[in-house]
């Protein structure tokens, strides 16, 4: 089984448009992550989520829009997408303080 | 703000030998943990080791172990008996126990090991 799942592992899609990705964790945890890899590998937190509450939105543009419906699932909505939006992110869940258990990443490519 | 620096973008070590990898944190706080984490070429982001800060022993996982120097904020990776399945990136990371600002991991750059025949 799956600890953490995100789906699609590939996105592939044009300027302007809107697109979702899916995360869900089967561990019982009780905080969830977006975090961004750049070209360069850097990651970088988005956002965090404590009991399906908003924790942590580190200056991430208003077309990024997480949602939490429970606390096994966050989900990330992207508006008009730009080039610059071109990254890996990655999904990741964890008991607040420790270590965080990853998903294997959505290859997003913005053309 | 916490920092984490990892000095070495890259680095290579022949297979069986012993590599160490470099991280330095910055922070003003006493409770916290720090990891290692590997990405292979495969993308998945893997938990390597763990330490806990008010732990004076340093963390030991099989192959892999940590120099853990607190005053000198200092937190190396060793890897043992080298193997190819260790190339990866590997990323030095810090969360916090204190305050709102427990509920992320702040990496750094970086490492590429390349672990030869």
């Known amino acids: 089984d799956t600890a953490v799942s995100q789906t699609p592992k590939y996105l592939v899609t044009q300027m302007g448009n809107d697109k979702s990705i899916k995360c869900e964790q089967n561990l019982g945890h009780d905080t969830m992550y977006w975090y961004k890899q750049d070209s360069k590998k850097f990651l970088k937190i988005m956002f965090s989520?404590?009991?399906?509450?908003?924790?942590i939105n580190e200056t991430v543009p208003n077309r990024f829009s997480p949602k939490s419906p429970d606390k096994a699932h966050l989900n990330l909505h992207i508006n008009s997408l730009e080039l610059g939006d071109s990254a890996v992110y990655f999904c990741?869940?964890?008991?607040?303080?420790?270590?965080?258990?990853f998903g294997q990443g959505t290859r997003l490519t913005v053309v | 703000a916490q920092t984490v620096t990892q000095s070495q973008p890259e680095m290579s070590v022949q297979e069986a030998e012993t590599v160490t990898l470099s991280c330095t944190y910055d922070t003003s706080e006493n409770n916290y943990y720090l990891f290692w984490y590997k990405q292979p070429p495969s993308r998945q982001m893997i938990l390597v080791i763990r330490?806990?800060?008010?732990?004076?022993q340093n963390a030991t996982e099989n192959r892999f172990s940590v120099n853990f120097q607190k005053a000198a904020k200092s937190f190396s990776l060793k890897i043992s008996d080298s193997q190819l399945g260790d190339t990866a990136m590997y990323f030095c990371?810090?969360?916090?126990?204190?305050?709102?600002?427990?509920?992320?991991?702040?990496f750094g750059k970086g490492t590429l090991l390349t672990v030869n025949p």
């Open positions: 990371a810090f969360i916090s126990l204190s305050g709102g600002s427990n509920y992320k991991l702040t």
């Open positions: 330490q806990e800060a008010y732990k004076q």
């Open positions: 990741a869940s964890s008991h607040a303080n420790t270590e965080a258990f």
């Open positions: 989520y404590n009991n399906k509450e908003l924790i």
